[in-house]
């Protein structure tokens, strides 16, 4: 059987899996935001418990990363993927919040990527590769994209298959896994521009 493209993995997930995959998308990309590293951890505890803690849990992490500094558009991206979290615990909002976290996790790996060097790819062309990716064609990208696209799938399958906080730790290691990859990235080309 094939396996499932990112975005049919998106429109089947249930509102826990919807949740925590865009939760992780923008764990993962906390790196490129100065702030804790811990800032998302009251969601995350909060995921166990469903709808019932998400509302509280999302204004504290909101109230946390207030305070991280936004030097450059890409920080300012992953500001804006928390700010965009729906309060309401329904599968319409987080289905499009997650699609979307899904789309900007990509562009953020997209443009680090060192095949695309320091210039801007013209935004059509970024579009293409990663509607590609996400339709499970991800021909065209390099290793941080093609990593990032495969904790995602990995982590709609986790959530599809298992059951509570089994699920939810495989997906907290993935997504630190890609945190490390991330920030890694990020501590070589500041001391490359130094």
Excluded at 73 to 88: D, F, I, T
Excluded at 183 to 193: E, G, I, L, M, Q
């Amino acid at each position: 059987m094939a396996s499932k493209s990112l975005r049919e993995l998106i429109a089947q997930a249930d509102e826990r899996g919807l949740a925590a995959s865009g939760l992780a998308c923008l764990d993962r990309c906390l790196p490129l935001l100065a702030s804790e590293a811990d800032a998302l951890r009251p969601l995350w505890a909060g995921l166990v418990e469903g709808e019932d803690d998400w509302s509280v849990r999302l204004g504290e992490a909101r109230e946390t990363m207030e305070g991280a500094a936004v030097e450059d558009e890409a920080a300012a991206l992953v500001r804006q993927m928390l700010g965009a979290a729906p309060s309401e615990w329904e599968a319409d909002p987080l289905r499009e919040w997650a699609d979307d976290c899904s789309v900007a996790a990509l562009e953020l790996h997209y443009r680090l990527d060192s095949g695309h060097g320091d210039g801007e790819p013209a935004a059509a062309d970024v579009v293409e590769v990663l509607k590609s990716c996400r339709e499970g064609e991800p021909g065209g990208t390099g290793p941080l994209v093609a990593g990032e696209l495969r904790r995602q799938v990995q982590i709609l399958e986790i959530l599809a298959d298992a059951q509570g906080g089994v699920g939810l730790r495989q997906v907290l290691e993935l997504s630190t896994e890609g945190q490390r990859v991330l920030r890694a990235v990020v501590s070589r080309r500041a001391r490359v521009k130094r």
